[in-house]
């Protein structure tokens, strides 16, 4: 059965980077691509963007523009998504899913980053 | 980027009674190459990530209960609970997946039991 399953919650200081780990199981990682999405606490869901496991090739929401790197290791069908210059307003449930046509049906449980002094 | 909005907030639904869900999209999802809208609908609870119900607009996921339907076209579209049960108490989110740069969800509406 297809899997994600995400690192687990992060305390990071303001102006630190954070890296969550979202490795998956039970289908061919480069065939599909993993978004991020982020949700604050109380919130609605913020997507980040995309990667394509097989190119590499990523795309952004211009909010994360020049703060987020979406990355991948195909030996560990493992991706990954790095967020710099933390503030406390980046505190929030990090999830990756897997797209099919741009549609989510497996998600990661959720990642929890608190950017906190 | 294409902005998404829902209505209502929040509403609350008398047991087996209809709840209906709307989401409007800033500019048309659907794609005149192969006639598909691009609109995703998703079930969240507490402390868990949000679950696929609906796809192409009116697609349902397979296992979702058939009391959800999706419906709608272009710019405007409907998430309909034909009959609430206490389980379907819930935030809805509507996303479009039409710009293949940039995907966006709606702000949400939560459902409760009246």
């Known amino acids: 059965q297809v899997q994600l399953v995400q690192s687990g919650a992060e305390v990071k200081k303001p102006g630190a980077s954070v890296k969550v780990s979202c490795k998956t199981s039970?289908?061919?990682?480069?065939?599909?691509?993993i978004n991020w999405v982020r949700q604050a606490t109380g919130q609605g869901l913020e997507w980040m963007g995309w990667?394509?496991?097989?190119?590499?090739?990523?795309g952004y929401a211009q909010k994360f523009q020049g703060r987020v790197t979406m990355t991948r290791d195909t030996s560990k069908s493992t991706a990954y998504m790095e967020l710099s210059s933390l503030r406390s307003e980046d505190t929030a449930v990090y999830f990756c899913?897997?797209?099919?046509?741009?549609?989510?049906?497996?998600w990661g449980q959720g990642t929890l980053v608190a950017v906190s002094s | 980027d294409i902005v998404m909005t829902q209505s209502p907030d929040s509403l609350a639904v008398s047991l087996g009674e209809r709840a209906t869900i709307n989401c409007r999209s800033s500019q048309s999802l659907l794609d005149s190459s192969d006639n598909k809208n691009y609109l995703a609908w998703y079930q969240q609870k507490p402390g868990q990530p949000p679950k696929l119900l609906i796809y192409?607009?009116?697609i349902r996921e397979s296992g979702v209960p058939d009391r959800f339907s999706g419906s709608g076209s272009g710019t405007d579209f409907t998430l309909t609970i034909s009959s609430l049960q206490a389980e379907d108490v819930a935030v809805y989110y509507c996303?479009?997946?039409?710009?293949?740069?940039?995907?966006?969800f709606g702000p949400g509406t939560k459902v409760d039991i009246k």
């Open positions: 899913a897997r797209s099919n046509y741009g549609e989510y049906k497996y």
């Open positions: 996303q479009q997946y039409y710009s293949t740069l940039v995907f966006t």
């Open positions: 990667m394509n496991p097989n190119t590499g090739n990523t």
């Open positions: 039970g289908y061919t990682f480069t065939n599909y691509d």
């Open positions: 192409w607009a009116s």
